[in-house]
């Protein structure tokens, strides 16, 4: 008798989570020592079941996101991002984790209620998105996929202010992720400026403005940022009686907003 659809989402979310647990401990043991024959061969077994696993799910198909995804995991990218084959064990082993949650996530939220052939084909016409897989924190990543379709929402449904101010808040948090990457002494190397670094070490202390010039600066994303308007610069900032209240916000002020966002996480994931 064959298995409901819930039954078998049940059964791969637990086969799933059991090679989550797997991975992390090979990850934890590469860390360690990547040249220890045993450490070695575990990690190709692990690999091995996780390309059988994501199989089943994609249904053996090699154009399914999931698949897709699965391979480009053994690929690391040059300057340019191209694809160049050779990446560090270590780097695969976490961006097949990384897999392994997208495929987790996707059979979480399928509707059971629906007949299937295999747990993921209602989903492979459309693949989850990957808009930021590139930003380092992957607590991060669903938090701004979600605020960046409320956002596209927001500005469809004219709703101005917050499409604004969603963007805005997009484009701070992955700046921040990546200065954060990169770390204060490398910043200072950059030619970041030094009074900002020395008067505030922490970079959560800095202002939006400030994030995005040294970020620039560091040549982590280019000029795009120039074209932001005058009142996404201050987005954050509330009005007080010093200052005049903030203009209302125009289309063109969101949808330029919204522009730069793209253009800055272009320059974030160069294989985009």
Request: hydrophobic content about 40%; proline content about 6%.
């Amino acid at each position: 008798m064959e298995l409901s659809q819930q039954a078998q989402i049940d059964t791969y979310l637990t086969h799933l989570e059991g090679l989550i647990r797997r991975g992390q401990a090979v990850r934890d043991k590469l860390a360690e020592t990547s040249s220890d024959p045993s450490v070695i061969a575990a990690t190709r077994v692990w690999q091995e079941d996780c390309g059988v696993t994501i199989n089943q799910l994609s249904g053996g198909s090699k154009a399914h996101w999931l698949a897709r995804s699965f391979s480009q995991a053994f690929l690391m990218r040059s300057a340019t991002g191209n694809a160049v084959e050779g990446a560090e064990p270590s780097a695969i082993v976490q961006r097949l984790l990384d897999v392994l949650e997208q495929a987790i996530q996707t059979l979480s939220s399928m509707d059971a209620g629906k007949d299937a052939s295999f747990p993921l084909s209602s989903a492979a016409a459309e693949p989850p998105p990957h808009r930021f897989d590139f930003v380092h924190n992957a607590e991060l990543r669903p938090i701004l996929e979600q605020a960046y379709r409320d956002s596209k929402s927001a500005l469809e449904q004219a709703d101005y202010d917050v499409a604004l101010r969603t963007s805005c808040g997009i484009l701070e948090a992955i700046v921040t992720d990546a200065l954060e990457h990169q770390g204060l002494d490398a910043l200072a190397a950059s030619g970041a400026p030094a009074n900002e670094l020395a008067e505030k070490k922490k970079i959560a202390d800095w202002s939006f403005n400030t994030r995005l010039q040294i970020a620039e600066q560091a040549g982590l994303i280019r000029s795009g940022c120039a074209r932001l308007p005058a009142v996404a610069r201050t987005y954050r900032d509330p009005p007080d009686a010093a200052t005049p209240p903030h203009p209302a916000i125009s289309e063109r002020d969101a949808k330029v907003t919204g522009q730069v966002l793209h253009v800055v996480m272009r320059d974030l994931d160069p294989g985009r």
